[in-house]
């Protein structure tokens, strides 16, 4: 491979903002592919604001790149096709298409011997009774694809099931009793560096905090580094993978996985020398991974909506470190930045 000076973000969001700092940090320069607003432009040395069906903008931007990576999994499939054709995409094609549908996701990780909810194919709304009586109730039904934050999911309890109006999964609910994520990253040389797992709270589906240490014996946690780099070296991955795990009483349970920088591996930019944004920089550039050792005790919280109006506030507190994303309209349900607190 030739020496990577330029990366190619798919998505401009704040995934591809914090992972453009990162990489200008390290002396590289980020292009930025996004149909719509991208925060991430403000500080990214290109920006390409084009629909992904554009195969002129695709072409140049690619052409303008050493590597291509994303921060938003659901890019369409012909998109995709184009650029792989002129550079190569970290991580892998094979991450993507596990991870853009949840009933290729729960099969794969079965296939490699790891535990899911129980989960049954609902092709269209005709097939959700018989799903119902193979899973049982309480249960979720979720939609195949572009789920993210608890949207496009029904919960099926006693009464009459509502569908979801797309191709779906019917998981049986899981009673844990925490939830958890794992942020690996692995190098092209196969290299795998695992951050502390961290505990993570939502509130209506949408991530709420993430605490570091997570407080769960060390055996567990061993189990859920253990459990993401099977899955990365399965996928023969490049990059920053987030796997999200729920805590039973039977052992540790796969929710989903997210080919890339993950929310609830933010308190790593104040936890760690090495973040997972660099990380992540470090191993689509072909670099050596960092040290990604924990160094301090982090409770990371998302600003979200009005939560902007702390700012004043967070702006004077100590041992806070503060990240907006610049996005303009503070709407409810909107991630527009979150606060790193050290605490110990
Ligand atoms: P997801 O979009 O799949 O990450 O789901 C969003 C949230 O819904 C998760 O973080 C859990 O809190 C909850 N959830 C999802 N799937 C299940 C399940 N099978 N059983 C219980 N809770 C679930």
Not at 119 to 141: C, E, T, Y
Not at 314 to 341: C, E, F, I, W
């Amino acid at each position: 491979m030739t020496e990577i000076r330029t990366i190619g973000i798919l998505g401009g969001g704040q995934l591809g903002r914090m992972l453009s700092v990162a990489a200008s940090r390290l002396g590289l320069r980020c292009h930025i592919y996004e149909p719509g607003a991208a925060p991430a432009g403000d500080v990214a040395w290109r920006v390409t604001t084009a629909l992904y069906e554009d195969e002129a903008a695709l072409r140049a931007f690619a052409e303008s790149v050493d590597v291509i990576t994303y921060e938003f999994e659901n890019v369409p499939t012909s998109a995709l096709d184009l650029l792989e054709s002129l550079r190569a995409i970290r991580p892998n094609r094979r991450a993507l298409a596990v991870s853009q549908d949840r009933l290729t996701e729960k099969t794969f990780l079965n296939e490699i011997g790891l535990a899911t909810a129980p989960f049954a194919d609902v092709p269209d709304k005709a097939a959700l009774p018989a799903a119902i009586d193979a899973i049982g109730r309480p249960s979720i039904l979720k939609t195949r694809r572009m789920g993210y934050d608890g949207k496009g999911q029904v919960r099926i309890e006693d009464g009459p099931a509502d569908w979801t109006g797309a191709p779906s999964v019917l998981e049986g609910f899981v009673n844990f009793s925490a939830e958890i994520s794992v942020i690996i990253a692995r190098g092209a040389d196969g290299q795998v560096a695992a951050f502390d797992p961290g505990l993570n709270v939502h509130e209506g589906g949408i991530l709420r905090t993430t605490t570091v240490p997570c407080g769960l014996p060390g055996k567990l946690t061993t189990d859920a580094v253990l459990i993401a780099a099977r899955i990365a070296n399965a996928l023969d991955y490049v990059g920053v993978l987030g796997v999200e795990l729920f805590v039973t009483p039977d052992g540790l349970i796969v929710n989903e996985i997210a080919p890339r920088v993950h929310n609830s591996g933010h308190w790593t930019q104040a936890g760690c020398v090495v973040d997972q944004f660099e990380q992540h920089i470090r191993a689509v550039a072909g670099l050596p991974l960092g040290d990604g050792k924990r160094h301090a005790d982090v409770v990371m919280e998302n600003l979200i909506g009005d939560d902007m109006a702390r700012v004043p506030q967070l702006l004077t507190s100590h041992a806070v470190q503060l990240h907006l994303y610049g996005k303009g309209d503070a709407r409810p349900g909107r991630k527009m930045g979150h606060v790193n607190r050290i605490v110990g």
